[in-house]
């Protein structure tokens, strides 16, 4: 089913003050928000010899998630920190949170309108201003969400820009500054974990629970993971053992005695992190024991937060881009490189599926699909790899030299018992 409306004008959008040297950029805008998405591809001319501190870029890869079309059916009228409400569920006395903004907290403020599509990408600096010191031709850099990434060049600010490592796959490079990035705040900035803890979180599928689960595991962190995957369970059941996970469980498994017999076998979990909210969120929060903390970084379900009184447990919330807009440019850079030297080093694989720019209609109707634990990433240029031509999109699940690849589809049949989601040896 068409999910949104593609439009397309041909006529460029003179800049004030243009000289005669220019670049065309394609640009996928919208002009209102609402449910109903309308963008309209547009070509732009930009000045193609930047003045002052500014870098004149070339996009090389452009995610598509639910957080990108949030951010255009988004009202801006969501309010970015938890409400908390005292209630009674079956005559127990609990605190009922949230559900959070699927914008405020990852993302922060929306553009103004008109605003081209997409919160995140990598581009590559093609020219700088006179006045830009740090960055070169050649650099590769995260631009801010204002900018908007489901376009092929801009001019921004220097000071606007974060590095980025160019020495990893364009897809990692353009996926890292929202999901990994939160997974790394998410384990740094609320317990003090060390090897042997336990942790519980949902969405476990996302991006943000592959890169969640990595990290923690290379900090001798165990990890229970929960996830709504339908028939695919036992491929992704497989697939986050491989990465780390202990334990796997389907959300409809979290209310069983089965659940609790297995999470027996483990040390007391410190922590749950929830992105989903609603039943699924409250049922993981009970599985702690009395006085653990509960971060949530989102809420899937769009409901709110049920927490029971008697458990005194410790709510705390991640807002992405609060943190964003406290930390100085080095620590941003810091953390990115952090992460993207740990995809170098082969200790961070991510599910992805290409695209081409060109062919963005497919690929933006395709993001609206739920259950989505393979990243679509538009690419803007063709490269070496033979897969890029195919015209087949794949699952890119590890670098390693030959790439090791499924082909989306493939399902197994639903395992008896507990035999999917036991706890790994």
Not at 255 to 277: I, M, N, Q, S, W
Not at 304 to 326: C, I, R, T
Request: charged share 20%; proline share 6%.
């Amino acid at each position: 089913m068409k999910l949104m409306s593609l439009c397309t004008s041909s006529r460029p959008l003179a800049l004030k003050g243009m000289r005669w040297l220019s670049v065309q950029s394609k640009v996928l805008k919208y002009t209102a928000r609402g449910s109903e998405i309308t963008l309209t591809e547009e070509t732009e001319s930009i000045q193609g010899s930047p003045s002052g501190s500014q870098a004149l870029i070339k996009f090389l890869a452009s995610p598509v998630s639910h957080t990108d079309f949030k951010a255009i059916q988004s009202s801006g009228t969501e309010k970015s920190s938890l409400t908390v409400e005292s209630t009674n569920v079956r005559f127990a006395k609990a605190q009922k949170f949230g559900p959070l903004s699927p914008t405020a907290g990852p993302i922060g403020d929306l553009p103004k309108l008109p605003a081209v599509g997409g919160v995140e990408g990598v581009a590559v600096v093609e020219a700088v201003g006179p006045s830009v010191k740090g960055l070169k031709p050649g650099d590769w850099v995260i631009p801010p969400i204002s900018v908007g990434s489901w376009r092929t060049h801009a001019q921004v600010n220097e000071s606007d820009l974060l590095a980025v490592p160019n020495n990893i796959p364009v897809e990692y490079a353009a996926n890292l500054s929202i999901s990994p990035l939160a997974a790394l705040r998410l384990l740094e900035d609320f317990v003090s974990l060390k090897s042997g803890d336990v942790i519980i979180h949902n969405a476990a599928n996302g991006l943000l629970g592959q890169t969640l689960i990595q990290l923690a595991v290379e900090r001798g962190i165990k990890v229970v993971s929960v996830v709504r995957s339908r028939n695919r369970f036992p491929l992704v059941s497989w697939y986050l053992k491989t990465l780390g996970s202990s334990v796997v469980v389907p959300y409809e498994a979290v209310h069983t005695a089965a659940f609790r017999e297995v999470l027996a076998d483990l040390p007391a979990a410190k922590v749950a992190f929830d992105g989903v909210g609603g039943d699924l969120g409250s049922a993981v929060a009970r599985a702690l024991p009395t006085g653990a903390t509960v971060v949530t970084f989102a809420s899937a379900s769009g409901q709110p937060l049920l927490l029971p009184a008697e458990k005194e447990l410790k709510l705390k919330s991640l807002s992405l881009s609060a943190w964003a807009a406290k930390a100085s440019k080095a620590d941003k850079e810091a953390a990115i490189a952090s992460l993207a030297s740990k995809v170098k080093d082969g200790k961070l694989r991510l599910l992805f599926e290409r695209a081409k720019f060109d062919s963005y209609a497919q690929a933006l109707n395709r993001g609206f699909e739920d259950m989505r634990d393979r990243r679509i990433t538009m690419l803007f240029k063709a490269g070496t790899d033979p897969l890029e031509a195919s015209g087949v999109f794949w699952s890119i699940l590890e670098y390693s030299g030959a790439f090791w690849v499924a082909v989306p589809g493939l399902v197994e049949s639903e395992p008896a018992g507990r035999e999917g989601w036991a706890r790994c040896a």
